[in-house]
């Protein structure tokens, strides 16, 4: 039977073991197993998250042990995993990227992905429009 010093020792230690994490935020995780569907990350929480492998389109070498930045949609779900996006920490990243660089009125420099009607879609981070 755990006395109650024993019980409070343990409470201390487990939340020191784990990270604070609020919706909303990005954070970096390991991948710790990856499917045909889906890839596992750790990031320091009470349980793991799940992202689709789609997400992870454009990094075809993923492998279990790599570390990526991801997007906290939700603490728990109804089977208590953490609900994490890799697209929306790309998109958060890519406007902070776009406003830091408009303060410091540098140039960004983007990648066309495919013609439009009036200009070009480019790959800044984000998908935007260049005009002709």
Known sequence: MMTEETTSSLSDLYAQNLRVITEGQIVKGRVIALTAQDVLIDIGFKSEGSISRVEFSDQ????????????????????????????????????????????????????????????????????????A
Do not use: C
Request: no cysteine; hydrophobic share 40%; aromatic share 6%.
């Open 60 to 131: 075809p070498n993923l492998a279990v042990g790599d570390e990526v930045e991801v997007y906290v949609e939700n603490v728990e779900d109804e089977q208590g995993m953490v609900i994490l996006s890799k697209h929306k920490a790309d998109r958060q990243k890519g406007w902070e990227r776009i406003i830091n660089s408009f303060k410091e009125g540098d140039t960004i420099d983007g990648r066309p992905v495919r013609k439009v009607k009036g200009g070009l879609m480019v790959d800044i981070g984000i998908e935007a429009f260049m005009p």
